[in-house]
């Protein structure tokens, strides 16, 4: 009995064609969007969005869906400033084939600045979620966008 089995290929330094399935992205990434939206740990919701970022970098082959991108893309919009920045790190990984993140990335990108200038503690760069969006949308559109001060990004 033959099955068949997406996949998409895939060239190595040599030329030679490999398969890899498109379904085992896919299925890491569902996953752990579950993962993320049951938790109720907040530092480990975090560390499981930067996880899928993790995972399409290391993979950088893997095909995700326009449905996976709205997926993730509402995220954006998640009360943890860590899933905001896994998020955008993971729009940023698949780049521009997140073309349809575009609007949420914006939206974000207002609401992070705009949470930004009414704090009155200091936030680490590694904390905000602006850079991460900032970041995702240079690798989606291909241009900079100016930093929370109005600096443009190189």
């Not at 068949?4 to 060239?11: E, L, P, Q, R």
Request: glycine share 6%; proline share 3%.
């Amino acid at each position: 009995m033959w099955f068949a089995v997406a996949a998409v290929a895939i060239f190595n330094s040599m030329g030679t064609a490999i398969a890899r399935p498109i379904h085992s992205c896919s299925n890491f990434i569902n996953k752990t969007l579950v993962e993320i939206k049951s938790d109720k740990d907040e530092d480990k919701r975090g560390d499981e969005a930067s996880a899928i970022a993790d995972y399409l970098h290391r993979n950088s082959n893997c095909l995700v869906s326009a449905k996976l991108v709205d997926r993730i893309a509402v995220l954006l919009s998640d009360h943890n400033d860590s899933v905001r920045f896994g998020a955008a790190a993971t729009l940023a990984n698949i780049g521009p084939r997140a073309k349809r993140a575009i609007p949420a990335l914006r939206k974000a990108l207002r609401e992070s600045d705009s949470a930004l200038s009414q704090s009155s503690s200091a936030i680490l760069p590694a904390q905000y979620s602006g850079q991460a969006i900032r970041e995702a949308l240079r690798k989606i559109t291909g241009k900079s966008v100016p930093d929370y001060g109005g600096q443009q990004q190189r």
